[in-house]
């Protein structure tokens, strides 16, 4: 399999059946000679530096049904809440304080935030933090929509294609929803100047290891400046209730494959990892990643965005803790910045 990892270092890119060859044949020799080639990669671009976006979850209403999400529309147990500006600018306040330099509002696709109520909330955090960078993760939206939110000042949009094939899509979410919707969106989103962010849960159900090599080859035709990938966690109140969760082992995998193709990625160790793993996020990291995103939302309304079971929210990973990721991190050989933390063309 070494070869095949010469070969993507050396291409930055494989055919399909190669990847699929170089994921179902790893084993830990592979993968140890992988994460060190991943590790080099990065240290040339963004050194030993990692970048820290402030979290801010803006809503858990979703008019959307995906089957693995915990605050699905039909999810009729999840406590609904939505931050209003002043509270967003509140966790901005603190954030400032704190050191971070990008804000990252997530949220489910909730028609309360219209055009204008978005775009208030944009403006109103650049002209209080004029140096800080605004990324949204708000879901699917019109052209004209996205317009508006670049206009208004946000630089960023992360927005994960969760597969890239049209049959595995379908059985991840309502017939309503599609693939090709998403994909559409993030063209809009790079045609519109953001710096783009897409990514993919692994071990989902009914993924297969093409379906992860289909993901890789739609990455590398769109070319985003961001990836985010994490296992798949089932949450009990969704109909993937009874679904085996994604492992840490395979995740680490593909985001070093990640590293490999685009070394100038900004690629998050996800919360999703910390969850599976207490140290999931470390290991992240020495496998390429060289974001992190701790969690600045209202302590009160943490519990309430479960997008699946066991979700951390108050522990290592939320921005109280900042002081002792630095340390965790100072750890293993890295270095929490302050930085806006933008995308480093080689
Ligand atoms: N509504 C926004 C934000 C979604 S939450 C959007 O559509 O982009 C951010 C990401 O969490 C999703 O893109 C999905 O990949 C991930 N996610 C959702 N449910 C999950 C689960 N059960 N396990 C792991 N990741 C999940």
Do not use: W
Not at 250 to 256: K, S
Not at 265 to 288: K, N, V, Y
């Amino acid at each position: 399999m070494q070869h095949l990892v010469d070969k993507l270092l050396k291409n930055k890119t494989l055919t399909k059946e190669e990847f699929v060859q170089l994921i179902a044949g790893r084993n830990p020799e592979t993968s140890e000679y992988l994460f060190k080639n991943a590790r080099m990669v990065r240290e040339k671009i963004y050194g030993k530096d990692i970048y820290i976006r402030g979290l801010i979850e803006l809503t858990n209403y979703c008019k959307n049904d995906c089957y693995y999400c915990g605050i699905r529309h039909a999810n009729k147990n999840v406590s609904r809440y939505r931050l209003k500006k002043e509270q967003v600018l509140a966790c901005c306040e603190q954030g400032y304080r704190l050191g971070f330099r990008t804000f990252v509002l997530q949220g489910g696709e909730d028609p309360y935030y219209n055009v204008n109520r978005m775009t208030d909330i944009i403006r109103s955090i650049k002209q209080r933090f004029p140096d800080c960078a605004i990324t949204l993760s708000l879901g699917e939206n019109t052209y004209e929509t996205y317009e508006a939110y670049r206009k208004a000042g946000a630089d960023r949009y992360l927005l994960r294609h969760e597969t890239a094939n049209p049959l595995h899509y379908a059985k991840l979410h309502p017939s309503i929803m599609s693939s090709e919707n998403r994909k559409r969106c993030l063209y809009d989103l790079k045609r519109l100047g953001f710096q783009v962010g897409s990514g993919f849960m692994v071990g989902s159900p009914f993924q297969t290891v093409e379906h992860l090599a289909e993901d890789l080859l739609f990455l590398a035709e769109l070319n985003p400046h961001m990836v985010g990938i994490g296992p798949f966690i089932s949450h009990h109140e969704t109909p993937f209730a009874n679904e085996k969760s994604g492992t840490l082992e395979l995740t680490l995998f593909m985001l070093a494959i990640l590293r490999l193709m685009f070394p100038s990625l900004l690629i998050p160790s996800t919360t999703a990892l910390g969850t599976i793993d207490p140290f999931g996020r470390e290991q992240g990291i020495l496998s390429g990643a060289n974001v992190v995103m701790p969690n600045l939302s209202p302590l009160d309304v943490r519990e309430k965005y479960m997008i699946y079971d066991n979700k951390i929210a108050t522990g290592l990973e939320s921005s109280e803790y900042l002081h002792m990721l630095k340390e965790q991190m100072r750890k293993i050989g890295y270095e929490v910045v302050v930085a806006r933390g933008d995308y480093k063309k080689q």
